[in-house]
Every structure is written in structure tokens, then in C-alpha cells.
């Protein structure tokens, strides 16, 4: 948040509100010419609010800033139950420091220390993006940097470190900040690994770097060691001892004014009588003796009768005063309430507190993310579903999926990446930045990247070679791929092959990641991987064939065979068949059958009778020259959407309501209109997340 001068301005008022109510006590300066406040009353809790540093003889302070609406919400916390500990104040109101500069901290350890003792250490980071170029290099954004690092010496020092070649891979480093922020970009080799390069600069540069708190303050005008809780019952007898003399002060004029009223009141009830005194006396003392002594009158409220003009003689003006009196007596009584009540008292402290935070309060800057220890690059990706593609010749990349925009059935799509030199999208597949992406190839081997990993790339662009980012053997290529969460025990991986094998591995078989990949399963000669599920014993599966056959049979049919081992049958093929899809069987959902020229049908799962493993199956879609073979199947919902590619590049993005659900003989409706000599090359669903 920016702030203005006008706003500036009124922050400042709050620091000195009421100052001139007696809110304070006023102390001689250093030379007893003047009186000034020795303290402020300040309405914002100030200390924690902005931090402070100091070195005093003997003594330092280190005060990191904290976000004003958490230290508010921690102030009434502390009200409303005085025995709140601090670990119930660290959990549910202020969290830690908030630096204005914003960036991250690592780990809450520093933190509870620092509010607990009084002392800690809080590790900061700044906040860096990597971006993908279009001609495949890579460079570091950084937008946010640590509290109290300098930009322009920390660009020195990294300039530095890579003239003296301390890190290497850097090759430009320029500084784009401007009114809107910081932005420092860090150009990285083509062939050198950003991750590691970030890496080595926050190890050797204040990119990464700590705040060491020191608590010290001065209160009674002696310096303590103070933790969190004491920070905040000191600001809070504070505002009691403000509210306490300010109340007094407008008790005090209340009373004086009321007593002068009191005195008005009388004049105009004797009104006759007070004008024949007054004409009577020779000077103005005599006459203000004399009411004094016929009327029971203060010194004050003679001179206040003296002084009253000729128009408050009016019934008008006498009515005002009267409207007065009367108002002032309320004041009164509400004013000696609050003195007498300490519970009114704090009440007026949340009320006051609660309007600053409506005025002032925004939200955290700075993110609190994993320990240190515990931290990784992961921590800085944001978790959102990503569309990645991988074209026939190796190249992959991710995208949003927000990217594409939904159409209806039937449209000519976008533009989903480049075909240049006869290349075209081969795999498309969704799946969450934080899932571990399994990578089998066409020899029976499997390789590892998280999804983060996998270059951005724009909409058109072709993206990355595969090559460079996993150790792909002589003659290997991708053939299938699955996102995995976490490596559990009771999860299998289903593997089917183009000559309708299946094989049963446990996950965990596969839970330790090689830069070389390991072995998946053997496959027989002439033989290819089509398919690869994550699944467990309790659900069936279909396996769907190119001329429209398919075969359903449950997991706990196939028996479990290590990782290196060949598979079992899983159905019998006829001559030029060839097995092109697998699905697990759910039935809330339908099974999608897509053909290579772009039609489309849903089927209902329960059409498909459980048959023994090996066998030929049934019809799963009448294939003809109309809608081509059969491309791929998948389990879906009315809720989901269908990703589909041609082999130019053509995708479209359609909800899968739209497409008609029809019964296993059919033929299908019409997805995506192929252009003379295109095909679909591949499809993806993607699963609508509620709104929570």
C-alpha cells in the first residue's frame, strides 16, 4: 500500500490524538526554556507496528515491524482473556514480523523464540520467479527483497561474485525497478540449471539473511527485556492511563461549565432582581459582590452573569442554556461511569482499536513458509493445475490451465503449441505444480521431474527438448506419464502395452527417483507401453483396443509382479489390432471414446460387464470411415472438461457435457473439425475443482 501525505498526515494525528486533554505528562526539555510531552498517546501500538533500532550506552534494540491488524487482534485477545498464552497469540493473531518490504520468512521457530524470550533469529528470503524465454533460456526475477537490504549494493555483490567466478551460469544482470516495484532480472545460461543458480545466491548474497530481534524497550523509563505478552499489556495499561486522564480532563470542563450554567440559570430566574443590583452598584467588583451575597453565587459565576450579552435575555437564549444544563449533566453522569468502571474503560480501548484497524489496518506483506531445514524450492511455487504437452519429437512444456479459455463442442479450438518441421503434440496431461511427474519410455524405463520443473512456456511455443531436463537413453522417447502425490504402500501402478499386456507394481516400487531412470518393465520385442495408472486392488479396468473393442476385469486379477518383471494378458487382440487406451472404472462416472477424426462419445461404465482377464472382449464403438479409429479412452463426468489436440497443434477446451452420452454400438458426435490429413494426437480431461 502506498500512502499519501493526507494519509501520512492522519496517522500522525492518531499518534498525538488527545494530547491536549492532559492525556500525558509534560516534562521539562533539555534546557527547562520548555515543557513537552513525556511520552505520546498514541492510539496505534506503535512499537510493534514500525520496529525501532537503537544503541544505547550498554544497551541495543532490535524491533523487526509487525502487520497492524494482527498486533490489534493480538491487543484485544489479550483484553478479552489476560491469561491467553503466547503460543495461542503466535497461532491465532499475529503470526510473526511483517516487513514492509515484503518477501518471505523461513520457519516460525525464530519467531516463537524472539516473542517468547524477547530474543531470536528470523530468517528471511526474497521472493524470485523463473521465467522461460522463447529461446529456451532461463532467467530469475527477484520482486521482493529481504528487510533492510540495499538493492543497489546487493546487484554490486552479486556482479561481483560472478566476475570472480564464486557462481557460475549467470550471464546478464540488470536492474528494472521502477514506481510499481522492484524487479531485478538474472539471466541464466542456456545449458545451466536456474534451481542451482538460486541456490548458490542465497547462500553467498543477502538475498537470503536474518533479522536478529533484540526486545528492549523503555518502560517507567528504565529499559526491559520484554516478550510479545508484555509488549502488549504495557500498551494496554498505556491507553487505560490516557483514557483515565482524559476522562478526568472532560469531567473537569464539564463540571466548570455546568457550574456556570448553574449560576446563568439563577440570573435569569431572578432576572428583574440581577438587573436591579448590577444598576445599582457603582462598579463592576461592587456589583459582583453583591450578587455573590443575595444569591449564594461562586466568584465564577457572578463574573459569567456580568459577562452574559443582552440577547441571552431572550426566552430563545434561555432555552438554549437550559437544552445545555441538561446535556451536560448526561456527560457528567456517563464520564464519573467510565471512571468508576474499569471494564468501560477497556471497552473503549477495543472500540478505539477496532476503528483503527478499520482505517489503517492491510493486509501481511511478507509470507511465512516451511523452516529452513525443511525448505525447498517447492515452497515458492504456487500449487495450481498445469497443462503439459510433450510433441513427437521430444519437446515439452507447462502451461496454466487457465491459459485455455472453454469453448463448445464442435469449435476449431487455439493454437495449444508450434508444429514446425513436421512435429506435433504426441501427450498432453494435467496435473498440480506439486506432483511428481513418472516418465515411461518406450524401452520399459521411468524418470522423474516435479511438475514445477518443466519449463513454462508460452501458448505457441514448442517448449523445451525433453533431453535437457530428464537422461533419456539412445532411442528412447516418452511414451506415457502420471502425476504422483505421495509413494504409498497400498497403491499399485498399472502398466498396459500396445499387445494387450498388463502388468501390477507396487508405488513404492518406484519411489526412489535416479537421474538415469530405472527399469519399469521388461517389454517383449516389437512391443510398446501405452498406458500407466495409479490404482489399488478394489477397482476394475478397461482396456479399450484401436477397432473398438473393449475388456473390463478387476486389478486383484492380475497378480502383482516386480518392477523388473514382464506383464500378464490382459486381452486377447485380432490381426493389425493394437491396445490404445486403459481406465480405471468408476461408476459415477462415463467412459469417453475418442476417434482420430475428432468424434466423440460418452458410454455409461455399467454397459461394460466384468468379463476374465485375457479374454476379446466386447464393442466398445463402432469405428468407420466417418469417425476413424479409436484414439484413446478416459473415465468422466458431467462436471468435467475435455482437453483434445489435433496433429497440428489445434486444441480445444469443451465441457464434457456436451457431448452425448449413447450406448456402446454408437458412433459418437463430432468434437473438433480435423482439417484435410490432421488427426487427434492426443486428450486430457480436466476436473472442475469446487469452490469451496
Do not use: C
Not at 525443511?374 to 500449487?383: A, G, M, Q, T
Not at 486377447?572 to 469417453?592: A, F, H, N, R, Y
Amino acid at each position: 500500500m502506498r500512502y499519501t501525505e493526507a494519509r501520512l498526515a492522519s496517522i500522525a494525528g492518531e499518534m498525538l490524538a488527545d494530547i491536549d486533554k492532559d492525556t500525558v505528562p509534560f516534562v521539562p526539555n533539555y534546557d527547562d526554556s520548555l515543557t513537552e510531552p513525556g511520552l505520546l498517546p498514541v492510539k496505534i501500538p506503535a512499537l510493534l507496528v514500525n520496529g525501532t533500532t537503537g544503541i544505547a550506552v550498554g544497551m541495543a534494540t532490535n524491533i523487526p515491524p509487525h502487520n497492524l491488524r494482527e498486533v490489534i487482534d493480538a491487543i484485544i485477545a489479550v483484553i478479552e482473556d489476560p491469561e491467553i498464552k503466547i503460543e495461542q497469540l503466535v497461532k491465532k493473531h499475529i503470526f510473526g514480523p511483517d516487513f514492509p518490504t515484503g518477501a518471505y520468512i523461513l520457519g516460525r521457530d525464530g519467531i516463537i523464540s524472539a516473542f517468547k524470550t524477547g530474543r531470536g533469529s528470523i530468517k528471511m528470503q526474497a521472493k524470485v520467479k523463473v521465467e522461460q524465454l522463447k529461446n529456451g533460456k532461463e532467467r530469475l526475477i527477484v520482486t521482493e527483497l529481504p528487510y533492510q537490504v540495499n538493492k543497489s549494493m546487493l546487484i554490486e555483490n552479486i556482479a561481483n561474485l560472478v566476475r570472480s567466478k564464486k557462481i557460475d551460469g549467470i550471464t546478464d544482470l540488470r536492474d528494472e525497478s521502477d514506481r510499481d516495484g522492484i524487479r531485478i532480472v538474472i539471466e541464466v545460461g542456456r545449458n545451466d540449471n536456474s534451481q542451482i543458480v538460486l541456490n548458490n545466491l542465497f547462500k553467498y548474497t543477502s538475498l537470503r539473511t536474518s533479522f536478529g530481534v533484540n526486545t528492549v524497550a523503555l518502560v517507567n523509563r528504565r529499559p526491559q527485556h520484554l516478550n510479545l505478552k508484555e509488549i502488549l499489556e504495557h500498551f494496554i495499561e498505556h491507553r487505560k492511563e490516557v483514557i483515565f486522564r482524559r476522562t478526568r480532563f472532560e469531567l473537569d470542563k464539564a463540571e466548570r461549565r455546568a457550574h456556570i450554567l448553574e449560576g446563568l440559570k439563577i440570573a435569569l430566574k431572578f432576572l428583574d432582581k440581577v438587573i436591579k443590583i448590577i444598576r445599582a452598584s457603582a462598579t463592576v467588583p461592587i456589583a459582583k459582590e453583591a450578587l455573590i451575597h443575595n444569591f449564594k453565587l461562586s466568584d465564577v459565576q457572578a463574573q459569567a452573569i456580568l459577562d452574559m450579552r443582552l440577547h441571552q435575555l431572550t426566552s430563545l437564549e434561555s432555552k438554549k442554556i437550559e437544552d445545555e444544563y441538561l446535556e451536560l449533566l448526561k456527560t457528567i453522569e456517563r464520564l464519573r461511569s467510565i471512571l468508576a468502571s474499569i471494564k468501560r474503560v477497556l471497552g473503549i480501548v477495543v472500540e478505539e482499536l477496532a476503528e483503527i484497524k478499520k482505517k489503517y489496518g492491510d493486509d501481511r506483506r511478507t509470507e511465512i513458509i516451511g523452516a529452513l531445514q525443511d525448505f525447498s524450492v517447492e515452497d515458492l511455487i504456487e500449487e495450481e493445475d498445469m497443462v503439459i504437452t510433450i510433441s513427437h519429437k521430444g519437446y515439452i512444456k507447462r502451461l496454466p490451465v487457465s491459459t485455455y479459455r472453454a469453448q463448445r463442442r464442435g469449435g476449431r479450438g487455439v493454437m495449444g503449441m508450434g508444429s514446425k518441421d513436421g512435429d506435433f503434440v504426441e501427450h498432453l496431461f494435467v496435473a498440480s505444480t506439486h506432483h511428481y511427474i513418472l516418465f515411461f519410455t518406450n524401452q520399459g524405463r521411468v524418470y522423474w521431474l516435479k511438475v514445477y520443473e518443466i519449463p513454462e512456456a508460452a501458448r505457441a511455443s514448442r517448449g523445451k527438448a525433453i533431453i535437457n531436463l530428464v537422461r533419456l537413453q539412445q532411442g528412447e522417447s516418452v511414451e506415457a506419464m502420471i502425476p504422483v502425490k505421495e509413494f504409498s504402500e497400498d497403491r499399485f501402478l498399472v502398466m498396459a502395452t500396445e499387445k494387450g499386456l498388463i502388468k501390477k507394481t507396487r508405488l513404492t516400487a518406484y519411489a526412489n527417483p535416479r537421474a538415469g531412470g530405472i527399469i519399469a518393465l521388461t517389454l517383449t520385442e516389437g512391443d510398446n507401453l501405452i498406458q500407466v495408472l495409479e490404482t489399488s486392488d478394489e477397482n476394475d479396468v478397461v482396456l479399450a483396443t484401436r477397432l473398438g473393442k473393449a475388456i473390463r476385469f478387476n486389478v486383484s486379477k492380475i497378480r502383482e509382479i516386480g518392477r523388473t518383471g514382464k506383464g500378464v494378458r490382459g486381452i486377447s487382440l485380432k490381426p493389425k489390432d493394437i491396445l490404445v487406451g486403459m481406465q480405471i472404472v468408476t461408476e459415477k462416472q462415463s467412459l469417453l471414446t475418442v476417434t482420430t477424426k475428432g468424434f466423440g462419445k460418452r458410454t455409461k461404465q455399467n454397459a461394460y460387464r466384468a468379463q476374465s482377464r485375457g479374454g476379446q472382449g466386447m464393442i466398445n464403438i463402432k469405428t468407420t470411415e466417418r469417425n476413424g479409429q479409436v484414439v484413446t479412452i478416459m473415465s468422466v463426468s458431467d462436471q468435467d472438461e475435455l482437453m483434445m489436440i489435433a496433429s497440428n497443434g489445434t486444441l480445444i477446451r469443451t465441457p464434457l457435457k456436451h457431448i452425448n452420452m449413447v450406448g456402446r454400438n454408437a458412433q459418437g458426435v463430432r468434437v473438433i473439425k480435423m482439417s484435410q490429413n490432421d488427426y487427434v494426437s492426443a486428450v486430457a480431461r480436466i476436473a472442475i475443482k469446487e469452490e469451496a
